[in-house]
């Protein structure tokens, strides 16, 4: 028994209601019906209608379930990508989708800028023959994150020929985006939605399936039982291909549901009153500095800080108080803490976070 | 709130200790922890160490945790086959192993006997060219198995070359398998293992390690986060490329070391007396037929029959009495019923689902 809060970026603290909604799936057996049962097809339809809602999704998208991000990079890239995509890389995750690319035998190009650091419009330029362009939205490694307005900007520059992908791995469903600026965006279930690990959702437009089908009718192989064109039709069936995480695509749907009631604004409100709490401790604190010097480009949802003491320490300082946060990424591990500010965090626990920070480390 | 108890094939009923295992999970905040901390790869070398002693496997066998027998598929085709596979089919799992051979651009070469049916080792020739020959010791869509001497005495007659791939996805781990005669077995959580899906594991030796290493030095793409090169550093290291299914991971682990204390032998021995239980009361029904003539080549986990009445008709008359049958696969869907007999099925659950069937249907 443990009372121990992750403010750790991902796997996190579940959502509240998460240890109640698993008791009920297994009085319920949600772990032993058939995923051809109509039960499984309604479990599965109810989470992609509240999906649809939360993210306030236009009827063009479809949502996929496969099983982590990683799976999400190697997919988009077999399915969307015949010779060239275009990474912006600014840490770790950006850099491993332009990697992933690469690895596939892929021409993979990219625009990169220091750890830490976002991204410029006018700095970029995507090459014409890029099929897809990788977009951070948030970039969980180093707190970066690219603003939906830069986003949309880089759309109006670029034109509308390339696919734009949108990794909000760590960040939907704050960031509202423009719908018709981008063609596909993607998360994991174990970051802002506060479930356990084991299920990643792709987002994606007529225009990333046309590809696929296109690839696929040149006699490329787009892989085999996770390719768009397998999946789609089943995915339109409340189906998949393969027996799933049934588990976790029914609590998807019961947080997703509370997320409704709660509504998206509220969520996004409180997660940027929560952001600014701790950005304005960080700024004055003696021990921390924020990790993004730009203010524009500082994460609302993975908040990093650089500290003094070792980031070992303060995470021994805050154990006897059943609190979590992150080390650093990598080389980071020891000079920054990482701070998570989902859904499941309340305002309530990370003022205690703030306080308890303010008087360990001052 | 439901009593059902599930002799469905997949996913089926939990073994029993899985919803206390579960509470614990949620009590400890399994599904919060990070999968890069110790206590993540305490629970990863628990699980795998547990799995280890079941399956009396030797050193120079790894085993990895995937999401699926499907993404095995996939990955066994992407690794350790360069042109051509060669594949025993006789049923809709087999034949899926087959096609995803073909996704991929492979040759695939097949052996095919009627749904239903076995294979005779003489009637089978192992082409020269085939890399990798997929032999399914269980085809959960018919309830048709291979036994092991079969597989053993096809090892004998082909010669040492060609990888062999054991589908074990419904029986493991009842078939007694000669490590020395395979090279891969491959399983999902949900059938024999009682737990809810989303975890693949898969078994392999360092021949198929070799081969995968061997194509990537060739320039070949063996695909990215979860090709074999990628993932057995990390496997090794008790850790996977992406952030797993952490929870699945965990409660395999608690399973596996019951099923341990509890003796891999009498868990088959258990299973071969239900089995007995269930065939001598299909073969003295009016209504029901054994699907699969051959006695040798009856599966003991996944016992199929054909049935006079439709097969949702005998569902029908069972759903009173908390009990839930398998439908037939496909085509078979009214044509035949199917029974999982899994280590989470205990004697007396057997019992009495042969004695309310006998009731309720002769």
Redesign the interface.
């Known amino acids: 028994?443990?009372n121990?809060v992750?403010f750790?970026p991902?796997?996190?603290?579940?959502y509240p209601t998460?240890?109640q909604h698993?008791?009920t799936a297994?009085?319920?057996?949600?772990?032993?019906?058939?995923?051809r049962s109509q039960q499984f097809k309604d479990i599965y339809a109810h989470t992609v209608a509240g999906l649809r809602q939360l993210l306030q999704l236009p009827d063009h998208f479809d949502i996929l379930f496969l099983?982590?991000?990683?799976?999400i990079?190697?997919r988009a890239i077999e399915n969307t990508v015949e010779k060239e995509s275009f990474h912006l890389v600014n840490g770790s995750f950006s850099k491993r989708f332009y990697?992933?690319s690469l690895?596939?035998?892929r021409k993979a190009t990219k625009h990169e800028v220091p750890f830490g650091q976002g991204f410029r419009v006018e700095d970029i330029e995507v090459p014409a023959s890029a099929e897809l362009v990788a977009i951070v939205q948030n970039e969980t490694s180093s707190g970066a994150g690219t603003p939906v307005a830069a986003i949309n900007a880089l759309r109006e520059k670029t034109g509308p020929e390339p696919l734009f992908f949108i990794d909000v791995v760590s960040s939907m469903p704050h960031p509202k985006l423009d719908w018709s600026k981008v063609d596909s965006v993607y998360f994991?279930v174990?970051k802002c939605f506060g479930?356990?690990?084991?299920?990643g959702v792709w987002v994606l437009n007529d225009r990333c399936i046309a590809k696929a089908e296109a690839l696929k009718a040149k006699g490329m192989?787009v892989?085999?039982?996770?390719?768009i064109p397998a999946t789609i039709g089943k995915a339109r069936a409340n189906q998949t291909?393969?027996?799933?995480?049934?588990?976790?695509i029914y609590l998807l749907g019961q947080v997703v549901q509370e997320m409704n009631q709660k509504g998206v604004d509220v969520i996004r409100q409180e997660t940027e009153a929560k952001a600014k709490m701790v950005y304005d401790y960080l700024e004055a604190s003696e021990n921390f500095e924020i990790a993004v010097e730009e203010p524009a480009h500082r994460s609302a949802t993975t908040i990093i800080a650089n500290t003094k003491l070792p980031a070992s320490e303060v995470i021994k300082r805050l154990s006897p108080f059943d609190m979590a946060v992150?080390s650093g990424y990598g080389n980071y591990k020891e000079s920054q803490i990482r701070i998570a500010n989902f859904p499941a965090h309340s305002v309530g626990q990370m003022q205690a976070l703030v306080y308890k920070l303010k008087e360990l480390v001052g």
């Open positions: 028994m443990t121990k992750y750790t991902g796997p996190s603290e579940l998460v240890p698993m008791q297994m009085e319920n057996k949600i772990g032993s019906i058939s995923h099983s982590s991000a990683n799976e990079w190697e990697e992933i690895d596939l035998g994991s174990q479930l356990p690990a084991g299920l192989s892989g085999s039982y996770h390719s291909q393969e027996t799933p995480n049934v588990l976790n992150g």
